[in-house]
């Protein structure tokens, strides 16, 4: 039999402009996604039949943080976008892709070390009658999958 909690997941986020936030599970946060986005193998068929495979090298991915849209976990990442995007304005992109995240389960022990992270959008804002939840994804550069 095996365990799993959300509580047993630790990640700490590093942006250059607005700091850094620890998620020990809570703080409003739903759910975290990583997802990878290297399809590592491609085949190409040619008229006749023939396969030609090909070996694909690349670790970049997508991170999805979804939160509750009153979270302090919301509150940091439209803090960083605003930084950065300020940043930008003025002609500096030196902090706009230097996002880090590293996200650990404390039960199995896995863990995700992403580097190279930025924005690729701010997220739809709902305003309803009742608090909604917010999905910040994350497009990372280098998304390492690590065992125990």
């Known amino acids: ?4 909690s959300f509580k047993a997941l630790v990640a700490v986020i590093n942006h250059p402009l607005g700091g ?10 739903g759910q975290v ?3 990878n986005m290297t399809d590592h193998t491609a085949i190409d068929m040619s ?3 023939n396969a030609m495979l090909s070996a694909i090298v690349g670790d970049n991915g997508m991170v999805t943080f979804e939160c509750q849209q009153t979270s302090q976990l919301h509150i940091y990442f439209l ?3 605003n930084l950065t995007n300020a940043a930008l ?3 500096d992109a030196t902090g706009a892709n230097a996002m880090t995240a590293t996200l650990r389960n404390t ?8 580097k190279g992270g930025g924005f690729g959008k701010i997220p739809p804002k709902p305003y309803a009658a009742q608090g909604q939840k917010i999905t910040w994804a ?3 550069g280098d998304v390492q999958n690590l065992t125990a």
């Open 107 to 114: 039960i199995d022990g896995t863990s995700h070390r992403c």
């Open 1 to 4: 039999m095996t365990n799993y």
């Open 47 to 49: 008229a006749d039949g």
């Open 138 to 140: 994350l497009p990372f």
């Open 79 to 81: 803090n960083c976008w």
């Open 33 to 35: 996604t990583v997802d």
């Open 89 to 91: 304005q003025n002609g």
């Open 20 to 29: 850094q936030f620890v998620i020990q599970g809570q703080l409003g946060a």
